[in-house]
């Protein structure tokens, strides 16, 4: 069954070319369609309401921008990739308003691969047809941090990262690599000794953790004022005197994350709190994070109607509850504290 199409957009017959070439094993599960015309792929765009939308940012006729925009309000369900040589910081925020993911050029074939898998595992998140055209027309995305993507575009071409690269790059910017450290000090992770290395926090971590907490602060970062930092680490405090890590059906740090992005759907205003859940489920998954982690998001405030019922989605909904401060944990829910497995008096003790 055909998970639907995408439409790349290229003024040069080379790239067009290579990427017939590259995607030829997907033939089967994707419809392709490659045009040199920005003005025709809008057109084929509105025809056939595409998945996927890819285009250059640099072309004659239009502007990648500029067609995006199109894109975003003719299809607003339709993920949209701006592939563009220049990925400085300004052409990052830029993009962010208009398209989902920006992919340096030139590119290679297993990051248009990862795109795909990104599309499909979005059409498995639940949520209505309603929200993912509300999400599609938002004019304002988090934009992905530019270390972050360089951390990408790293781990991406290398079959076994090396700890030192990593280093050199998440360095360039101080104020995540001091937020790194922080969090591989955290009794969260149990370690008994303190340090001051990246190195080593890195190697405490794993690169996938860190790779995670790149994208948070470097987002928090950029958006200082619409996200409460300090009431996400209160959330993972309280996860933490749950004893996460006996959580059964999820690893701990997925907890970790669950509970640092619970709230990452507040960075897009839209002026309706109920969309914000669905919203951080939808940018988490298009990030590529964990079924388990989105589906603790997406349900935080409903944990009973996740089916099955999720042990991490039920303590982070009972962790929030706590964090804001307006509820005791005697006052819970019964069926929601068994499902996450807490007592009244463990938790009290």
Known sequence: ???????????????LRALRRSLRGYTSE??????????????????????????DKRMPEMDGEKLLRAVQESVPEAMRILISGD?????????????????????DAEELVEVLERAKALKQVPISDAQRKLIGSL?????????????????GCSD??????????????????????????????????????????????????????????GICKQEPKNFDVNRAQTVVNILQDF?????????????????LFHDIGSLVDIGDASHGDAI?????????????VVNAVLYQSNPLKQMPVSKLTCQLFVAKQ???????????????????????KESTE
């Open 87 to 107: 990925t400085s910081d300004n052409t990052v925020l830029a993009s962010a308003d208009v398209a989902h993911l920006l992919l340096p050029k030139p590119f």
């Open 322 to 344: 706590l964090a804001a401060g307006d509820i005791s944990l005697d006052e819970l829910s019964e069926e929601i504290l068994d499902c996450a497995e807490i007592t009244v």
């Open 139 to 155: 004019q304002h995305l988090p934009a992905l941090p530019l270390v972050y993507a360089e951390l990408k575009k790293y781990l």
């Open 243 to 259: 004893n996460v890590s006996t959580v059964s059906d999820c690893t701990q740090d997925q907890v970790y994350l669950a509970g």
């Open 1 to 15: 069954m055909k998970q639907g199409t995408v439409v790349f957009i290229d003024d040069e017959a080379s790239t």
């Open 160 to 217: 076994e990262a090396e700890i030192n690269k990593l280093v050199e790059i998440i360095e360039c910017d101080l104020a995540i690599s001091a937020k790194v450290i922080q969090v591989a000090n955290s009794s969260f992770f149990g370690f008994q000794t303190k340090t001051e290395s990246l190195q080593q926090a890195l190697m405490r971590l794993g690169v996938g953790l860190v790779e995670n907490l790149v994208l948070f602060f």
């Open 280 to 292: 951080g489920a939808y940018l988490l998954k298009l990030w590529g994070f964990a079924p388990e």
């Open 30 to 55: 994707w419809s392709f369609v490659f045009e040199s015309s920005p003005i025709r792929a809008l057109q084929i765009i509105k025809e056939q309401r595409p998945s996927i939308v890819v285009c």
